[in-house]
């Protein structure tokens, strides 16, 4: 390939998240299906992620990071994803909440409210952005609670209040599901539960919700990033469908860069 050419620029490396993350795994197979193989896709984490990028946008450098919509990041820069002509991203991609099999038998009332649980992006993005500016994710979710107790009132619609009842939420700190767990806390708080947050690998909180050391999450994506894990659990779990609908993901970069497909990424 040519000097300039935009994987040289990039030392041809994708600055990806952390490894159990589902969209790792569809970047893999990004780079196979795309005939990268000169390329390294290299794992981190949120954090790592997003700090590189905030750096090479600062300076208007060339980057191209493993990026997922809603997303705060979205708000902050000018960004772009690349097209994905073979569709290894997926396409209508849902978060869904999935529950401990039997768990709806063991506290009906709760998996009522957590079946009944539903938001909109553009929700979610406020919470997030709340917290990416700095307040409290607990506060941030109390906020949006408050603001929101029309929908809120639709999610607790026909559930008891309860005193003090247990109830364990896995999740992982990916933007989206501190947002999104932190609200359902909120919620289960408000009718008396005594809420665990468990902040975990992608794995481990799949693992965790299949054997019941958890009971929920409200983190699933599907059908496509998280399918290997519900296919290796499916047996384990109940899925409630979908809280959210309208994500997307793929391959991010700034909008200054002249790229636009993952096509382009070859030499
Ligand atoms: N994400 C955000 C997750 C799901 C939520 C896209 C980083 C993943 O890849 O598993």
């Known amino acids: 390939?040519?000097?300039?050419?935009?994987g040289n620029q990039v030392d041809h490396k994708i600055i990806g998240i952390d490894p159990g993350a589902g969209e790792m795994k569809l970047t893999d197979q990004v780079v196979k299906d795309y005939e990268l193989s000169?390329?390294?896709?290299?794992?981190?984490?949120?954090?790592?992620?997003?700090?590189?990028l905030e750096k090479a946008i600062k300076k208007k450098?060339?980057?191209?990071?493993?990026?997922?919509?809603?997303?705060w990041m979205f708000q902050k820069y000018d960004l772009k994803y690349l097209k994905d002509p073979k569709g290894i991203y997926g396409?209508?991609?849902?978060?869904?909440?999935?529950i401990h099999k039997g768990f709806d038998k063991k506290d009906p009332n709760a998996v009522k409210v957590l079946d009944q649980f539903s938001w909109a992006p553009d929700d979610m993005s406020k919470v997030m952005l709340d917290i990416q500016k700095?307040?409290?994710?607990?506060?941030?979710?109390?906020?949006?609670?408050?603001?929101?107790?029309?929908?809120v009132d639709e999610w607790t619609k026909g559930?008891?209040?309860?005193?003090g009842k247990k109830i364990k939420l896995g999740y992982v700190a990916w933007a989206s599901e501190i947002a999104s767990t932190n609200v359902v806390t909120a919620v289960l708080e408000d009718l008396g539960y005594t809420v665990t947050m468990?902040?975990?690998?992608?794995?481990?909180?799949?693992a965790g919700v299949a054997k019941g050391s958890d009971d929920a999450i409200v983190a699933a994506w599907l059908p496509t990033t998280h399918a290997d894990y519900m296919k290796q659990f499916k047996s384990q779990v109940t899925d409630l469908g979908p809280n959210l609908k309208g994500t997307k993901l793929g391959l991010v970069v700034p909008s200054y860069v002249s790229i636009?497909?993952?096509?382009?990424?070859k030499d």
Request: aromatic share 6%; glycine share 8%; net charge negative.
């Open 1 to 6: 390939g040519s000097a300039d050419s935009f």
């Open 260 to 265: 636009d497909s993952i096509n382009d990424l």
């Open 91 to 98: 396409k209508s991609e849902e978060i869904h909440t999935i």
């Open 198 to 206: 468990e902040q975990l690998g992608a794995g481990q909180m799949w």
């Open 38 to 52: 000169n390329w390294t896709v290299q794992s981190g984490s949120e954090a790592t992620m997003t700090a590189s």
């Open 134 to 151: 700095g307040t409290d994710a607990d506060k941030a979710a109390r906020k949006w609670v408050k603001e929101n107790q029309k929908k």
């Open 61 to 71: 450098q060339p980057i191209v990071v493993t990026g997922w919509t809603p997303h």
């Open 159 to 163: 559930a008891k209040k309860v005193s």
